[in-house]
Each structure stands twice: as C-alpha cells, then as structure tokens.
C-alpha cells in the first residue's frame, strides 16, 4: 500500500471533559497493559489512582503491580484465579461482588481522579455483578473521575456509558504457536 503524508490538519477538538470513561476489549492482546500504562500517566501528573482487579488471584502478580503501588497506586486484587481452576465458583463470585461494591464506593467517593476496573467484563456477562449498576455507577460518577474498563466481550452496557473504545483485535498470538506466557511481557 502506498501512502502521503497528510497536507491538512485533523479537525481540532475544542471541548474539555471533566473526565472521560475509557473501555478496551476484544481478543488481541493489550487490555490490561493499556490501562496500567495509562495509569503510568496518572501518576506522573500526581493524580489518585484506584486500580481493582477482577478474576485474576494475588499469587498471580503481574510485573506492575509493586511498581505501581510503590508509586501511590491503590490497588486490590479480587479475583479467585482463573475460572476453570477454581472448585467453588460461588466463592468467586462473592469475592467479584466484593471487589465491585469496594469499586463503587471508590468511584462515589471523588478521592480518586483515576478508577481501574480490570477484568471488569468477565464478572459482569457471568451474572456476578449487574452491568447495569456499574453503568449507572460511571454515568453519576462525581464529575472529575476517570474510569478505565477492560475485558473481552464488553457487553452494549459498558460500550454505552464508555466515551472511548477500543477493540485490540488479535491478529497473532504467541499463545497460538505454543509459546508460554513470559515474565515481562504478559505478567
Ligand atoms: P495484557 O495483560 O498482556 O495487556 P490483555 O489484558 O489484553 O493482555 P487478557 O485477556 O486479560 O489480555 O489476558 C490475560 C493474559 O492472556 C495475558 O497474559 C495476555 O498476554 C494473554 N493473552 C492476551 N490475548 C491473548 C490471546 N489472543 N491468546 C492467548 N493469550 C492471550
Ligand atoms: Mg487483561
């Protein structure tokens, strides 16, 4: 494909939100290290971060997680580890809805210019926590909170109250050749 560069500029954007909600889903790899680089941002600018983790377990750390925290990132991992390793799903389920009464209050609360729920998706289409409570969570949200979803299959709720969405689309995956998740690059 040959390609110019552009002659002229992009329409300019001339209004400013208070805060904006953001969503990235889809099948391709980049959710998750999305939000925690948009979380690398926040801080540099001093702001209050929340982060919640759904599904994924503590003994399952991610690389940022420490970093993170060491910088002022709030942070709370609830989830039970993957679903198809857990005997007793209820309990998964009860730990979801913790995690998500803790992300309300969160929210509600204003003390946070930043609110992270990864993995938000996977509790929300199991049934665990009401997409619709979440949705109305953001849309009443106090006006200065940002709030970052991830997850695959983001259900029309979570797509309506988003401003911005983005479908990371899996071309390739290393996965699909055999090769293990890597220290470093997906934890
Ligand atoms: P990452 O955390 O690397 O940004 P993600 O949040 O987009 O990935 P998840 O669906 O949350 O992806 O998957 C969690 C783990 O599965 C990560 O280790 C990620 O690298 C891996 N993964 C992501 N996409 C795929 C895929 N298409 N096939 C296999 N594994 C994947
Ligand atoms: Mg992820």
């Given at each position: 494909?040959?390609?110019?560069?552009?002659?002229?500029?992009?329409?300019?954007?001339?209004?400013?939100?208070?805060?904006?909600?953001?969503?990235?889903?889809?099948?391709?790899?980049?959710?998750?290290?999305a939000?925690?680089?948009?979380?690398?941002?926040?801080?540099?600018?001093?702001?209050?971060?929340w982060?919640?983790?759904?599904?994924?377990?503590?003994?399952?750390?991610s690389?940022?997680?420490?970093?993170?925290?060491?910088?002022?990132?709030?942070?709370h991992?609830?989830?039970?580890?993957?679903?198809w390793?857990?005997?007793?799903?209820?309990?998964?389920?009860?730990?979801?809805r913790?995690?998500?009464?803790?992300?309300?209050?969160?929210?509600?609360?204003?003390?946070?210019?930043?609110?992270?729920?990864?993995?938000?998706?996977?509790?929300?289409?199991?049934?665990?926590?009401?997409?619709?409570?979440?949705?109305?969570?953001?849309?009443?949200?106090?006006?200065?909170?940002?709030?970052?979803?991830?997850?695959?299959?983001?259900?029309?709720?979570?797509?309506?109250?988003?401003?911005?969405?983005?479908?990371?689309?899996?071309?390739?995956?290393?996965?699909?050749?055999?090769?293990?998740a890597?220290?470093?690059?997906?934890?």
């Amino acid at each position: 494909m040959t390609a110019v560069p552009p002659t002229e500029a992009p329409p300019q954007a001339t209004r400013r939100a208070p805060s904006i909600v953001l969503l990235a889903t889809g099948d391709g790899k980049g959710k998750t290290t999305a939000a925690m680089g948009t979380v690398l941002r926040a801080l540099g600018r001093g702001w209050a971060v929340w982060v919640v983790q759904f599904v994924k377990s503590g003994k399952w750390n991610s690389g940022e997680v420490g970093l993170l925290t060491d910088l002022g990132a709030e942070w709370h991992t609830m989830g039970d580890g993957f679903s198809w390793e857990v005997d007793d799903l209820g309990r998964s389920a009860e730990i979801a809805r913790s995690g998500w009464a803790m992300a309300k209050e969160a929210i509600a609360s204003g003390r946070y210019q930043l609110v992270v729920l990864d993995e938000v998706t996977y509790p929300v289409n199991w049934g665990w926590i009401d997409g619709e409570d979440v949705a109305q969570a953001i849309s009443g949200r106090p006006a200065t909170v940002n709030v970052f979803l991830t997850g695959r299959d983001a259900p029309g709720t979570l797509v309506d109250v988003s401003d911005t969405v983005t479908e990371m689309h899996n071309l390739k995956h290393a996965y699909e050749a055999g090769i293990r998740a890597a220290k470093g690059i997906d934890f």
